[in-house]
């Protein structure tokens, strides 16, 4: 009955290498979002998506690949994975809007080597 | 970009005192939200704050939106081990469509 569920919580990859993310929300939310938390702990947003409609797109390289197939998933995919990519990733959810509390899942670490 | 400035940092405390952290920024937020994040897990959602001069209580925690809308506060009574973890401010400009910006967190860290 997890909230907000992410897999894998662990990625250990080669640097060069493509891998995805995925999540899935029970909420029933409208809008899903990707933050990135580095080693310091600083968490960014670099995606969300308000019924599989992406709202917003930050600086990211466009390595990085959001794809909602429908409003409870948001998935994630890196393509030519790099050492600074190196970082937990944060998926959550929300109401229906950007201001609304969001719900984070358990992240996923991903070291890259 | 925009960033919210938390403080302090870092602290350490007796357990049983009182903690206090702020945020502050140099734009209006109409928003306001705190988390506590724990080892290995993501950040929970303790309070949310929406009108300027709102204080609002959970169990021990109390967050209040500034007056001004540029700051906000939380403090927690009486700690205990489990407060450890670090507690992030988030805040959301005036725009509705506007990105929540998290602050970079303060840890908490009671000593025995």
């Known amino acids: 009955d997890t909230a907000v569920s992410q897999t894998p919580k662990y990625l250990v990859t080669q640097m060069g290498n493509d891998k995805s993310i995925k999540c899935e929300q029970n909420?029933?939310?409208?809008?899903m979002y990707w933050y990135k938390q580095d080693s310091k702990k600083f968490l960014k947003i670099m995606f969300s998506?308000?019924?599989?409609?992406?709202?917003i797109n930050e600086t990211v390289p466009n390595r990085f690949s959001p794809k909602s197939p429908d409003k409870a998933h948001l998935n994630l995919h890196i393509n030519s994975l790099e050492l600074g990519d190196s970082a937990v990733y944060f998926c959550?959810?929300?109401?229906?809007?950007?201001?609304?509390?969001?719900?984070f899942g358990d992240g996923t670490r991903l070291s890259i080597l | 970009g925009q960033q919210l400035n938390q403080s302090p940092q870092s602290m350490f405390i007796q357990e049983g005192e009182d903690v206090s952290m702020n945020c502050t920024s140099s734009?209006?937020?109409?928003?306001w939200l705190w988390y506590k994040q724990d080892p290995g897990e993501g950040p929970v959602l303790l309070i949310a704050?929406?009108?300027?001069?709102e204080l609002t209580s959970n169990g021990r925690l109390t967050a209040q939106f500034g007056i001004t809308r540029k700051d906000s506060f939380l403090n927690i009574s009486a700690s205990i081990p489990s407060d450890v973890g670090i507690y992030f401010c988030?805040?959301?400009?005036?725009?509705?469509?506007?990105?929540?910006?998290f602050g970079k967190g303060t840890r908490l860290h009671i000593l025995p």
């Open positions: 959550a959810s929300s109401q229906d809007s950007v201001d609304q509390p969001q719900h």
């Open positions: 734009s209006i937020f109409n928003t």
């Open positions: 998506y308000n019924n599989k409609e992406l709202i």
């Open positions: 909420l029933g939310h409208d809008t």
């Open positions: 988030a805040g959301q400009k005036e725009n509705r469509d506007d990105k929540i910006i």
């Open positions: 704050l929406y009108k300027a001069g």
